[in-house]
C-alpha cells in the first residue's frame, strides 16, 4: 500500500492530483476510488468560530487550559459530549439550544433524563433559543439570544463552543471534472452499492446520506471493498446504533417511540431503572433505566434506547438479537450473568413482556 499525504482533487474520474504542503502536485490513477473525505464542524451565520474564543470541536480538544465559563452552543451529541467533558474538570457549563430539548433526533425520553442529571452536575440549559450573535470580547465571549418568548437573552463566558452538528467535507475535491456535484448538505449522492453516477467511483461516511458516525463509514467502506472483490455484502442501515459519550453513556438502536407514532405502529414499551439494578447500586451509577419498545402484535424488537453506565457495550446485546428478528419474550429469557449491567436488557425486556420485570 502507497500512502500520499497532500489534498487530492479528481482531473478526470481514473485520474487524481495530490498537492502537498510545499505546493507540489502528483498524478496517480486508479480503476476504481472511494471518496471518504469525512465532514468537518458546521456553523450558522453569527456564530461563526474565530478558533481562539469562538471555538468548534477541533480546537475544544487542543485546549491547554480549563475555563471557568463555557457556553455550549447545540445540545446535541457533540456539544454534550465535550461540555460534559469540561465540567468534570470544573468548568460552569451552560447550554444554548433551539430545540425544546437536548438530543433532539433521538428518543425523547433519553433527552429528558439526561437533562435531569447534567443539571444536578451544574449544567445549565437554554432551550428554544435562537443565537443571533456571539462576539469575542477580548479574553471573554458574549451570547445574544432570542428565547422563545422573543426576550433578548445574553450570557457571558471564557469561551463558546459551537457544536451545531457538522457537515461533508466536499470543497475542492473537483467533482465537478468527473460530472458530479454535491447537494444542497454538501453531500454526494450514490445508490444502494454507495454507488455514485459515476460508476468507478464511490463515495462513504460523512459525505454520503445517512448518520455521520464513524462505525457507520468503517461498514460502508467494508461494504465497497468486499463488491469491488465480488461478493454480496449488505447492511443493516436501522440497526447501525448511535452512542453518546456522555456519563452516564447513552445508546440507542432502532426506532424511537416518536417515529413509531408517527408511523402509526402499535407498540409496547418496557423500561427498567438502573437504579433497581445490583451491580449499579454496587458501583453507584444508579442514574438512567433501559427502555424496549416492541410491536404490539409480533412482540418483534423495534427499538432499544438505554442511558446507563456502559451503555454504548450493552447496546450491542439489542443491535444482535433485533438482526436476528428477536421478540421481547426472547431476549427476556436469554440467562444474563449477576451482577451485570447487562441484567437491565433482560428487565426492560421483561417489563415489555406484559409487565414482568424482576426486581421493581
Avoid at 34 to 60: C, H, L, Q, V
Avoid at 230 to 236: E, F, S, T
Wanted: net charge negative.
Amino acid at each position: 500500500m502507497t500512502v500520499y499525504q497532500g489534498v487530492g482533487s479528481f482531473v478526470d474520474k481514473t485520474t487524481i492530483a495530490i498537492k502537498d504542503e510545499n505546493g507540489n502536485s502528483t498524478n496517480i490513477t486508479a480503476k476504481n476510488t472511494i471518496i471518504a473525505t469525512g465532514s468537518k464542524p458546521n456553523f450558522f451565520p453569527g456564530m461563526e468560530p474565530d478558533k481562539k474564543r469562538i471555538i468548534t470541536s477541533t480546537e475544544a480538544l487542543k485546549m491547554t487550559e480549563i475555563p471557568k465559563r463555557m457556553i455550549v452552543i447545540g445540545g446535541g451529541v457533540i456539544g454534550l459530549e465535550l461540555g460534559s467533558v469540561y465540567a468534570r474538570l470544573g468548568a460552569e457549563v451552560e447550554v444554548v439550544e433551539f430545540a425544546p430539548n437536548i438530543l433532539p433526533t433521538m428518543d425523547l425520553s433519553l433527552g429528558k433524563e439526561l437533562t435531569k442529571i447534567l443539571k444536578k452536575e451544574g449544567f445549565k440549559f437554554h432551550l428554544e433559543h435562537k443565537v443571533q450573535k456571539v462576539e469575542n470580547t477580548g479574553n471573554s465571549v458574549k451570547l445574544t439570544a432570542l428565547n422563545k418568548k422573543n426576550e433578548e437573552v445574553v450570557l457571558e463566558a471564557d469561551y463558546c463552543l459551537v457544536a451545531v452538528g457538522r457537515k461533508a467535507y466536499t470543497e475542492g475535491l473537483g467533482l465537478e471534472n468527473i460530472g458530479l456535484t454535491a447537494n444542497n448538505r454538501g453531500q454526494i449522492d450514490v445508490n444502494d452499492h454507495l454507488q455514485t453516477a459515476v460508476p468507478n467511483i464511490y463515495a462513504i461516511g460523512d459525505v454520503v446520506r445517512g448518520a455521520m458516525l464513524a462505525h457507520k463509514a468503517e461498514e460502508e467502506g467494508v461494504m465497497v471493498a468486499e463488491q469491488l472483490a465480488g461478493q454480496k455484502p449488505h447492511i443493516n442501515y436501522n440497526l447501525i446504533p448511535g452512542v453518546v459519550y456522555t456519563w452516564p453513556e447513552i445508546a440507542s438502536v432502532g426506532k424511537t417511540e416518536e417515529e413509531l407514532k408517527a408511523a402509526g405502529v402499535e407498540y409496547k414499551a418496557g423500561q427498567f431503572p438502573m437504579k433497581a439494578l445490583g451491580r449499579a447500586r454496587a458501583s453507584m451509577d444508579i442514574a438512567g433505566f433501559v427502555k424496549i419498545l416492541a410491536d404490539a402484535k409480533t412482540d418483534e424488537v423495534l427499538g432499544v434506547h438505554m442511558i446507563a453506565a456502559r451503555a454504548a457495550d450493552m447496546i450491542m446485546e439489542a443491535v444482535t438479537a433485533m438482526e436476528f428478528r428477536a421478540s421481547a419474550e426472547d431476549m427476556s429469557r436469554i440467562c444474563h450473568g449477576h451482577p451485570t449491567f447487562s441484567e437491565a436488557i433482560k428487565e426492560a425486556a421483561l417489563a415489555a413482556t406484559d409487565n414482568r420485570a424482576l426486581h421493581i
